[in-house]
């Protein structure tokens, strides 16, 4: 049974920091493209960022460039999203996925997790 938990999330205010991490367990994931994807409440899902099988690639929202980082640890089957400089437009459900079926920037993808809740407070 695969198994994409996510953890990190909170309440923080605007300028702060938190760091998501997304543990995977049933298979693993280390030659699968992995990504974070979020919703707002009454918004459509929005792709946040990607990260290749190897970890040499990737690809960030514009309007998350600059202050997010996602990066993985195959060893732990884990992948991270560092999310600093946080506005209260980044409050949203954010989504852990894995085996991307799509090109970076798509919410193509195979497994998902439960998701976390981040809040951003101004």
């Known amino acids: 049974h695969v198994q994409l938990v996510e953890s990190g999330g909170g309440l923080v205010q605007a300028g702060g920091s938190l760091r998501l991490s997304c543990a995977a367990s049933?298979?693993?994931?280390?030659?699968?493209?992995m990504g974070w994807l979020r919703q707002a409440p009454g918004k459509e899902r929005e792709f946040v960022a990607y990260?290749?099988?190897?970890?040499?690639?990737?690809y960030y929202a514009d309007s998350v460039k600059g202050r997010f980082t996602i990066s993985r640890d195959n060893a732990k089957n884990t992948v991270y999203l560092q999310m600093n400089s946080l506005k209260p437009e980044d409050t949203a459900v954010y989504y852990c996925?894995?085996?991307?079926?799509?090109?970076?920037?798509?919410?193509?993808?195979?497994?998902w997790g439960q998701g976390t809740q981040v809040t951003v407070s101004s």
């Open positions: 049933g298979r693993t994931f280390r030659s699968d493209a």
């Open positions: 990260i290749s099988w190897s970890g040499g690639n990737t």
């Open positions: 996925a894995a085996g991307s079926r799509g090109e970076p920037g798509s919410d193509r993808f195979n497994y």
